[in-house]
């Protein structure tokens, strides 16, 4: 048997996003290049992907 997994909110997504990328302001695709591509630090991807990944494990 398979068990369905929860969306990750949208609003945590975001709030993460913004927390280690100070330069994005919406996850939302805007069609421009200097809206929509960001040059970050690897260590700050890091970062963001543990603590998305954090939040989905205490969701689980």
Not at 41 to 58: K, N, Q, V
Request: hydrophobic fraction near 45%.
């Amino acid at each position: 048997m398979t068990t369905k997994t929860k969306a990750p909110s949208e609003a945590l997504l975001l709030e993460i996003a913004a927390k280690h990328f100070h330069s994005i302001e919406t996850l939302e695709t805007r069609n421009r290049d200097r809206l929509d591509f960001h040059d970050v630090a690897i260590w700050s991807i890091r970062t963001a992907l543990e603590e998305a990944f954090e939040a989905g494990r205490r969701a689980a």
